[in-house]
């Protein structure tokens, strides 16, 4: 009789409990992705050289990698091992591998790759975003308007706690 009490217990609560854990997952890799949005604009200003952010994704993993750009010809690609993703002419700062089997993606809105424009460390594109979402739940839009202001919102209001995307 336990055994059943328990086992209903368990049916009614799990759906839930993967509900949340699927939005953590989504709010931690988020916050990582603005970390390093804040980190590559940073840097950018204090090597007073452009920074680069190269997303990617291929069937293990969607990604990105942090590159200083140190000629017009580099190219990185994130879904290769770190340390690896670079070419001779860029140098790679960081790359973020996210695991499909975490369930959650990234999508850049705007093309595969934004730049941070000398002097003003403008973004370019302009109005750079990129969605980090759960197969299950949960979806963030982190933004970069043309000034550097990163925000976040939730386009599907599916994220307790964070504005609704206008």
């Not at 963030?140 to 919102?153: H, T, V």
Request: glycine share 6%; net charge positive.
């Amino acid at each position: 009789m336990a055994l059943a009490i328990l086992g209903v217990l368990l049916g009614v609560a799990w759906p839930n409990l993967a509900d949340m854990l699927a939005r953590y997952r989504v709010e931690a890799v988020a916050a990582e992705l603005r970390a390093n949005l804040a980190y590559a604009r940073s840097e950018a200003g204090l090597r007073s050289t452009e920074l680069q952010l190269w997303f990617g994704r291929d069937v293990d993993q969607s990604c990105y990698t942090v590159a200083m750009s140190v000629g017009p010809l580099g190219n990185c690609d994130c879904t290769r091992p770190a340390a690896a993703a670079c070419n001779f002419q860029q140098t790679e700062s960081k790359t973020v591998q996210v695991d499909r089997h975490t369930g959650v993606e990234l999508k850049p809105q705007a093309g595969d790759k934004m730049t941070f424009l000398l002097p003003q460390l403008t973004p370019n594109p302009a109005n750079f975003a990129v969605l980090v979402q759960s197969k299950r739940v949960g979806k963030l839009l982190i933004a970069m308007n043309p000034l550097g202001r990163i925000s976040m919102c939730t386009p599907d209001h599916s994220m307790p706690g964070v504005s609704p995307c206008q």
